[in-house]
């Protein structure tokens, strides 16, 4: 974002894209603060498939809520390419959100809570025995800790079916999601995860480089929450 331009995406955002894209079959999953960046919003949505992917963007960004309101959006960004393409890495590890639970356009209390997003970055296309790894050994360190995992995705490997908005290219992710209540349950459970030298060991010797992590602050009417 440009500087000091964040909160007014998050207000345009939040109170003209979420229902205007989900009326043509799109699901707005979260938006988030980055907290390790003031000038970073992070956005997630979802399709139901690549094709309904395109047939859904091509009517959010022809249509008319958007048509009005892009200047406006497109004045407080700098890059919008910050993009991966993503895929549940199994057929259950997808988010399970409450369709009710998105709280109203005129809610104004920031809610409790910090959602995390760990990307692992590999070499090839993820494979079977990655899956096999995080939901063998790593995830029962999770569990250990009491941290719930969310949603688990890998990369898309399906051309951008929607070229006008474009993904990063050539990227082979693993991605995870958990929450905690506050900024020091994380540091513990990060403080814990960081004792655990084997085990970091082997997971380390998987990855093509350090992970990438994302403490993200969901914005008011994120369905995606913290808590």
């Given at each position: 974002?440009?500087?000091?331009?964040?909160?007014?995406?998050?207000?345009?955002?939040?109170?003209?894209?979420?229902?205007?894209?989900?009326?043509?079959?799109?699901?707005?999953?979260?938006?988030?603060?980055?907290?390790?960046?003031?000038?970073?919003?992070?956005?997630?949505?979802?399709?139901?498939?690549?094709?309904?992917?395109a047939e859904g963007l091509q009517a959010f960004y022809g249509g008319p809520v958007w048509?009005?309101?892009?200047?406006a959006a497109n004045a407080t960004m700098i890059d919008s390419d910050n993009?991966?393409?993503?895929?549940?890495?199994?057929?259950?590890?997808?988010?399970?959100?409450?369709?009710?639970?998105?709280?109203?356009?005129?809610?104004?209390?920031?809610?409790?809570?910090?959602?995390?997003?760990t990307i692992y970055y590999f070499n090839a296309p993820v494979g079977a025995a990655s899956i096999d790894f995080f939901e063998g050994k790593l995830n029962s360190v999770l569990?250990?800790?009491?941290?719930?995992?969310?949603?688990y995705f890998v990369t898309e490997n399906s051309a951008n079916t929607f070229p006008a908005l474009?993904?990063?290219?050539?990227?082979?992710?693993?991605?995870?999601?958990?929450?905690?209540?506050?900024?020091?349950?994380?540091?513990?459970?990060?403080?814990a995860f960081t004792e655990r030298t084997e085990l970091a060991r082997e997971l380390t010797s998987r990855l093509r480089g350090l992970p990438e992590v994302l403490k993200l602050s969901p914005t008011n009417r994120s369905q995606l929450r913290g808590r």
């Amino acid at each position: 974002m440009h500087p000091g331009k964040r909160d007014v995406l998050i207000d345009l955002f939040d109170r003209e894209f979420i229902e205007s894209q989900e009326a043509l079959g799109i699901r707005i999953i979260g938006q988030f603060r980055d907290l390790d960046n003031p000038d970073r919003f992070v956005w997630l949505r979802g399709f139901p498939d690549m094709a309904a992917r395109a047939e859904g963007l091509q009517a959010f960004y022809g249509g008319p809520v958007w048509k009005a309101h892009r200047d406006a959006a497109n004045a407080t960004m700098i890059d919008s390419d910050n993009v991966l393409l993503l895929r549940p890495a199994r057929a259950t590890s997808g988010f399970q959100l409450d369709d009710g639970h998105r709280p109203p356009a005129e809610m104004i209390n920031s809610p409790d809570g910090i959602v995390i997003a760990t990307i692992y970055y590999f070499n090839a296309p993820v494979g079977a025995a990655s899956i096999d790894f995080f939901e063998g050994k790593l995830n029962s360190v999770l569990r250990d800790s009491h941290t719930p995992v969310l949603s688990y995705f890998v990369t898309e490997n399906s051309a951008n079916t929607f070229p006008a908005l474009p993904v990063r290219e050539g990227e082979q992710v693993f991605v995870w999601f958990s929450r905690f209540a506050n900024m020091t349950a994380y540091e513990d459970f990060d403080a814990a995860f960081t004792e655990r030298t084997e085990l970091a060991r082997e997971l380390t010797s998987r990855l093509r480089g350090l992970p990438e992590v994302l403490k993200l602050s969901p914005t008011n009417r994120s369905q995606l929450r913290g808590r």
